[in-house]
């Protein structure tokens, strides 16, 4: 069931976007209030997470996970009758 009308590889794309930008708050607030070693982390966490996130939702690697979404969750033109 699939409310939103989205294929399940867009799904995954934005679930993989919301992890890295969570991520990347987590790393801003470690940043903003720790000290050391911890604010350091802080800033490479939310670096990474910053340069990685349009890498990792437009990996064609990930395709294969996708395409095993697809095979379990219903497209979007099938629901619409379109498929």
């Keep these: 069931m699939n409310p939103f009308k989205y294929s399940p590889g867009q799904i995954a794309k934005a679930l ?3 992890l890295t ?3 990347a708050l987590l790393g801003l607030a470690a940043a903003t209030f720790g000290d050391g070693t911890f604010a350091t982390i802080g800033t ?3 670096a990474a997470a910053v340069f990685l996130t349009p890498i990792l ?3 064609k690697k990930a395709e294969p996970w996708f395409g095993m979404l697809d095979r379990v969750l219903p497209r979007a033109a099938d ?3 379109e498929g």
């Design 16 to 18: 993989i976007a919301a």
């Design 21 to 23: 930008s969570v991520i």
């Design 44 to 46: 490479w966490a939310t």
């Design 57 to 59: 939702v437009f990996l």
């Design 79 to 81: 629901q619409r009758g």
